[in-house]
């Protein structure tokens, strides 16, 4: 069932060209210098045919909440999303979007210099100017109050958000916002999924802080559980007023 990305009103990229793209489950907002909507289509619908075949083979891969090894000659979109989850300790699904955030992204970048892509909380972006990603938080006070500034030199990145309270992705947490900047949208989706996971109450935010420290590739953390907030690494935060 579709369900409304109010957050995405909040995405004004002036400079650039915002188009939406939907094919089946994934439902992308996009902003490039052109609109690439055919070109963004197509490569939705080739890395969405390689996971399908992929599943129907090995149909594990679609369930399990666990780590999974995969063959050397699977798709590079199924052999990233399993790296990720063996990184994270979690499932290889818990990076889908991510993985198809990032996979379409990179191919863009061909026609684009800036592409940023947000599929489901996750975001790939590459950038030739600073960005301000707000921070949607659900009920939080804190939702739409704080945003995250990249610096374009920073870029590619990704910048995932998992969250226990808003959305319909499986999170076994209560956390009202988990946003993770990685070196690929891949790695952000399933360290967010895996922190999400972790956080109950605001007293867990410091040992998920932790946990997201000694993961390869996580380049900073926020944290938000009703008014208490925890943030680490490269994250400069801004105030915003979105409404």
Known sequence: MYQPRAYRDWVKHKDLVNFNVIVEETDCYISAAS???????????????????????????????????????????????????????VGPMAAVAGAIAYFVGEDLAEFSQDVIIENGGDIYLRS???????????????????????????????????????????????????????????????????????????????SGITKAQVISGVRGIVIIKGEEMGAWGDIKLRRTEIS
Request: net charge positive; aromatic share 4%; charged share 15%.
């Open 128 to 206: 030739t100017k600073n960005r301000l990603i707000g921070i949607y938080a659900g009920q939080s006070p804190l939702s739409g109050k704080l945003g995250i500034e990249i610096q374009a030199k920073d870029t590619p990145l990704g910048i995932s958000t998992s969250s226990g309270t808003v959305g319909h992705s499986l999170s076994f947490g209560k956390a009202d916002a988990v946003v993770i900047l990685a070196e690929s949208a891949v790695l952000s989706d399933a360290v967010a999924t895996y922190i999400g996971n972790l956080i109950i109450t605001a007293a867990d935010i410091p």
């Open 35 to 89: 609109n690439l909507t055919g070109k963004a289509q197509r490569l939705i619908q080739k890395y969405r045919s390689h996971l399908k075949k992929y599943i129907t083979a090995n149909p594990l891969f679609l369930t399990t909440l666990e780590p999974l090894a995969c063959p050397e000659d699977a798709p590079l979109i199924v052999k990233a999303m399993c790296k990720a989850g063996e990184q994270a300790s």
